[in-house]
DNA sequence: TAAATTATACAACATCCGTTGTTTATACAA
DNA sequence: TTGTATAAACAACGGATGTTGTATAATTTA
């Protein structure tokens, strides 16, 4: 599940580390969908086929820079290295709606490709993160249902509140959504 | 919220249909990532160029298909002009289960564009019939949080249920997660 | 250090895309 | 029925895509 870290060709990895600067740095200035497989290899300063030899395509790419900065975010409150309670709950929930809210703005927003790709990493990385906070609690009950019910409600959750008109206090909202999602969970209490 | 109905030009009428029939067919036979804008203009006997008059792409197209194929399924069992039951419920999650289950062995899977479409889509129905029911349970209350959630993980259930490896009986599956379900909606009745 | 492996650069390709301008055919209303 | 409006056909464009083949440069291994 980690991403392990093979030895790889310093080539590689500079190369690889270009291309994903490259990316940030365009997803600044412009939308997801405006950005072209050709803005980043010039911006990165490597020829267009390198780019065809690391990532299938531009939404690959987008794949593995979502799963890079959520995983920041999940790892730098050390939310993998924990068990479930239900502040640590409320903590994955206020990430997940910071992470999309600040997405959101940073990088203009594009509907069409951008948000599915958003949408699939951060669910799974939710998803494995419950599966293993449940599996802790109670190793005799099946996690799976419950995970992906309280996966796509957090996700849900967040995305409905960074698409608010007017957004209320995020913690006020936080307080009122996290009861829908916590008494799924208790059983495994 | 309901397609209006207006006076179309026959031509219209006549284009659009062709042009939906056509991507029909062709979902029968290949995935929709390998399916071209030529592709379906050429089932359909149509210009290119008209295509764009109707549609703004491939993808506008599959929004299109799948918002009323899922539409005609509400619709077909009357869901949309009745009120929340449990039992209700549940036939509204057998429903979106049916339908993905539908579409992922009808039409070859493909990942990247097809499925967050779909996704969009149903949840959009999904949580705007839930809207209509919680509403009318209790005016009081705001319903967007509680149908946000509950269209989550509906759609979010049936998706797992669609992929699972080797799917358990829908019914089972069904009565072990409606609860998970429900438990949100309570506190409307 | 020398030979091998492998990544990247470069150029060229067919294909699909979305758009534009013009002409022809169809629908509708006076 | 005739005039007007508009849909569709057609052709052509610039641009991006993804792929392929060859040459060069860097890294690793022996």
């Known amino acids: 599940m980690l991403p392990i870290e093979e030895k790889l060709d310093p080539r ?17 200035e412009k939308s997801f969908d405006a950005i072209s497989v050709q803005d980043v290899t010039e911006k990165a300063q ?36 924990c068990h479930y309670t239900p502040d640590n709950l409320r903590i994955l929930l206020l990430t997940v709606c910071e992470f999309l809210f600040k997405v959101r703005t940073d990088c203009m927003q594009s509907q069409r490709q951008f ?3 958003i949408e699939k990493q951060v669910k799974n990385q939710v998803y494995e ?8 609690m109670n190793p005799h009950l099946s996690t799976e249902i419950s995970a992906t019910v309280a996966a796509w409600a957090i996700y ?14 995020l913690e006020k909202f936080v307080d009122e959504a996290l009861p829908l999602v916590a008494v799924n969970l208790e059983q495994f209490a």
């Open 129 to 136: 993160l419950l599966n293993v906070w449940l599996g802790k």
């Open 12 to 28: 590689v990895k500079r190369t690889r580390g270009l291309i994903l600067g490259a990316f940030t740095n365009l997803l600044a």
């Open 156 to 169: 849900g959750l967040a995305s409905h509140y960074s698409h608010a008109k007017k957004l209320p206090a």
């Open 46 to 81: 490597i020829n267009r086929a390198t780019f065809y030899k690391h990532f299938l395509d531009k939404y690959a790419l987008l794949d593995r820079w979502v799963e890079q900065q959520f995983r920041q975010e999940i790892e730098s409150r050390v939310l993998d290295a």
């Open 115 to 117: 948000e599915p790709l």
